[in-house]
């Protein structure tokens, strides 16, 4: 199998890939059925509305206290972290990140590394980095190991295989796992692809994981896990690598605990995930497991942008559940894939302009019908519309004009042609008579409007028609028409 990923696409070609996204019936029945299903079992999670609201507000909280004060907190957090026994390592990009990875794996001689699951490596192109360095990744999280077989990108932050069949997987395990044979029994390729990890624990040099919450006052790694694999990659190689971006620190150790609830129980709709691993050095003195060193890599790589603005540090509060993905109709409809950046769906819209600057993702923050579902369901209440509406905003703002937060990008949109329209329009809406006066004229230019609505509005699900008339309704409850 080839341990490197493929390296991401363009975002300038997004228009294309919801084209061609939307033109795939397949694609758009199972995207449909996993959303719903994921809906539904968060719905069950949350069957009090009162306990959701309490607990959200908690999050928000904790997240918006630690944000408020981030650069004590990681300064606190590196120093615990540094007594404990592991090594703080601080990068302002990807190129940065990368390049204290490989120089720590050129320390240990080490040839391969095993992967927990790391969002923030996806988000440096690690593999693809340490490939070029004769170095092997290896992706141990079922769904990163089947995506990295296909030579694809996760197409979900939680379940990066959700766009896969089981036919898909079937043949894959079938073409590169030898000794395989062609299955479609769901239990039967999870055990499959157990046994072809198991001896790549044992056979690593370097377990590399991301961290999910980082506790600045006892020094401590939180990670999140279902599958054991996050476990093993961090116990069983000799060096372990932790990577994170800097926003996940908190204050307290007691702060994880109802961020841990939202996140399990929005992402997966799990009461409580099967590991919760807490990571505060390496092995010591009498310890049977665990790595001789423990790295952290903090990475900035355009969170400070986020961070320096009042209104845009919110996106930050994130703590990757992928809810809002869940609940999106334009996601639904066009999967992670079309959107050429680690983080897709709503999140990713917000968060990928300050990673990459708004001139490789303008697109993205138009990809919204502002319905809020996005908003009503982050358990730590980002307000994804508003934000997007300031990034449309920025995009579409002149390059040259001085605001007191320029974002790396602003204009990237902008357009002489689309400034003198809304001039128009708004000058022509601002007085009755003008208004009256353009009614007249565009009711007798209906003729110029097409016959049929092209690009995705042609996709879009019909509404499920009412099972009784609004007649009927009123009748029933005595209310006259």
Not at 264 to 274: D, E, L, M
Request: net charge neutral; aromatic share 6%; glycine share 8%.
């Amino acid at each position: 199998m080839n341990a490197q990923t493929l390296h991401f696409v363009p975002s300038a070609d997004f228009r294309s890939r919801t084209a061609e996204a939307v033109s795939d019936p397949q694609l758009r029945r199972s995207f449909r059925g996993a959303m719903d299903f994921l809906q539904g079992k968060r719905s069950a999670q949350f069957p009090d509305a009162d306990e959701l609201e309490a607990l959200r507000t908690l999050g928000e909280a904790v997240r918006q206290h630690a944000l408020q004060n981030l650069p004590q907190l990681l300064e606190q957090l590196e120093q615990n972290l540094t007594r404990n026994g592991v090594q703080v390592h601080w990068a302002r990009d990807a190129a940065e990140a990368n390049q204290l990875v490989l120089q720590i794996a050129q320390r240990a001689a080490a040839k391969k590394v095993i992967k927990g699951k790391s969002m923030v490596s996806e988000e440096v192109e690690l593999n693809h980095f340490l490939a070029q360095h004769g170095i092997s990744c290896l992706e141990s999280d079922m769904g990163e190991y089947i995506v990295q077989m296909a030579d694809e990108k996760p197409s979900h932050i939680v379940m990066p295989a959700i766009h896969k069949t089981k036919e898909e997987i079937g043949q894959l395990f079938s073409e590169h796992i030898p000794d395989t044979a062609y299955t479609t029994d769901v239990d039967t390729l999870i055990q499959t692809g157990r046994r072809a990890l198991r001896q790549a624990f044992m056979d690593a040099d370097i377990g590399l994981s991301g961290v999910n919450f980082a506790a600045a006052d006892t020094g401590t790694l939180w990670l999140v896990e279902n599958e054991g694999n996050g476990r093993l990659s961090t116990t069983i190689p000799r060096v372990h690598i932790a990577m994170m971006g800097m926003e996940k620190v908190v204050a307290q150790l007691a702060h994880i605990v109802p961020l841990a609830s939202l996140l399990t129980r929005s992402a997966t709709g799990q009461a409580i995930t099967t590991y919760f691993n807490l990571i505060s050095g390496p092995r010591r003195t009498g310890e049977k497991d665990g790595p001789q060193e423990v790295h952290l890599v903090l990475l900035d790589n355009g969170r400070s942008q986020a961070y320096a603005d009042a209104q845009l540090r919110s996106t930050l509060q994130c703590i990757r559940c992928g809810a809002c993905m869940n609940h999106c109709p334009v996601y639904a409809r066009i999967g992670g894939h079309a959107y050429g950046t680690t983080y897709p769906g709503p999140i990713g819209k917000i968060i990928s302009p300050h990673l990459l600057g708004l001139d490789a993702t303008a697109d993205l923050a138009t990809a919204s019908t502002l319905c809020g579902a996005c908003a009503e369901v982050c358990p730590v209440k980002i307000p994804i519309p508003d934000l997007l509406i300031r990034l449309r905003n920025e995009a579409s703002r002149h390059p040259d004009e001085q605001v007191s937060h320029a974002l790396k990008g602003q204009g990237a949109l902008y357009s002489r042609s689309e400034k003198w329209a809304w001039k128009f329009w708004s000058g022509a809406y601002s007085k009755p008579g003008r208004y009256q006066s353009m009614r007249w004229l565009v009711t007798r230019l209906r003729w110029l409007t097409p016959a049929q609505q092209a690009g995705w509005t042609r996709h879009r699900t019909a509404l499920r028609p009412a099972a009784r008339s609004l007649a009927e309704i009123l009748k029933a409850q005595g209310i006259p028409e």
